[in-house]
């Protein structure tokens, strides 16, 4: 997976109220020690609710060319401001929308 791609938590993590499969924008690599990536988590309202330090096996890629549902990325989010997209702008992530308990 690449900075800005899309991907599904496999596992619950219930210590940041993320459900499992919930979606979340790659925003940064880290590929010292080890690949992982931070991972932000947005609600149904657009607004980060989790930023989150996983391990490439902990996040399912989403094919955004399949996707049925997609859900808007708030466009003053770091995914937004990494891609370059202006403020006014949403940028769009694979979905089901984001699942916060």
């Known amino acids: 997976m690449q900075l800005l791609d899309t991907g599904t938590l496999v596992d619950a993590l219930p210590d940041e109220g993320l459900a499992a499969d919930t ?24 607004e980060t609710v989790a930023f989150v330090a996983l391990l490439p096996a902990a996040l399912r890629p ?25 403020r006014h702008r949403h940028v769009v992530a694979c979905a089901p929308r984001t699942k916060v308990r």
Do not use: K, L, W, Y
Not at 23 to 46: K, L, M, S
Not at 62 to 70: F, K, L, P, S, V
């Open 23 to 46: 979606v979340g924008t790659i925003v940064h690599i880290f590929e010292r020690p080890n690949r992982a990536f931070q991972v932000e988590f947005t609600d149904d309202d657009v």
């Open 62 to 86: 989403c094919d955004r060319r399949t996707a049925t549902n997609m859900a808007p990325v708030a466009p003053t989010s770091t995914a937004a401001v990494v891609s370059g997209q202006p």
